[in-house]
C-alpha cells in the first residue's frame, strides 16, 4: 500500500476512523535523519498491506505537530482503534517499527 499524506483535513478520517493500524512519521523535508527513515516507513508500507502508513509534513501541517506534542524529528506514533499505541523519536531500525506495530 502506498503512503498517504496525513493533513489536519483528513486526519480524523484517515487515522483515528480507521480500521487498520496506522503508522504515523512525523517529518520535513530539511530534516536530514528524516530522510534516512523516508525509505525504511515506504518500505514498511509497500511490504504491510495490512496497516496504513502516513506521512505528517511537521512544516505544513504544524496544527497536528502541536497537537501531539512533537518536539523531534522524526517522530513515528502508531495508532490502533483510533488511540495512540506506541511511539519514537529519531532514527530508528526497521526491526523496531514492527515491534511497535505489531506489539
Given at each position: 500500500?502506498s503512503v498517504i499524506?496525513?493533513?489536519?483535513?483528513?486526519?480524523?478520517?484517515?487515522?483515528?476512523?480507521?480500521?487498520?493500524?496506522?503508522?504515523?512519521?512525523?517529518?520535513?523535508?530539511?530534516?536530514?535523519?528524516?530522510?534516512?527513515?523516508?525509505?525504511?516507513?515506504?518500505?514498511?508500507?509497500?511490504?504491510?498491506p495490512g496497516i496504513k502508513v502516513?506521512?505528517?509534513?511537521?512544516?505544513?501541517?504544524?496544527?497536528?505537530?502541536?497537537?501531539?506534542?512533537?518536539?523531534?524529528?522524526?517522530?513515528?506514533?502508531?495508532?490502533?482503534?483510533?488511540?495512540?499505541?506506541?511511539?519514537?523519536?529519531?532514527?530508528?531500525?526497521?526491526?523496531?517499527?514492527?515491534?511497535?506495530?505489531?506489539?
Open positions: 500500500m499524506e496525513i493533513t489536519s483535513a483528513n486526519f480524523k478520517k484517515e487515522v483515528l476512523d480507521s480500521e487498520k493500524t496506522v503508522l504515523l512519521d512525523f517529518w520535513a523535508s530539511w530534516c536530514m535523519p528524516c530522510r534516512m527513515l523516508s525509505p525504511v516507513v515506504d518500505e514498511i508500507a509497500e511490504e504491510n502516513g506521512k505528517v509534513n511537521v512544516d505544513e501541517q504544524m496544527e497536528l505537530a502541536s497537537q501531539f506534542g512533537i518536539m523531534s524529528i522524526p517522530t513515528l506514533l502508531v495508532f490502533k482503534n483510533g488511540k495512540q499505541a506506541d511511539s519514537s523519536v529519531g532514527v530508528v531500525p526497521k526491526d523496531k517499527i514492527l515491534k511497535m506495530i505489531n506489539g
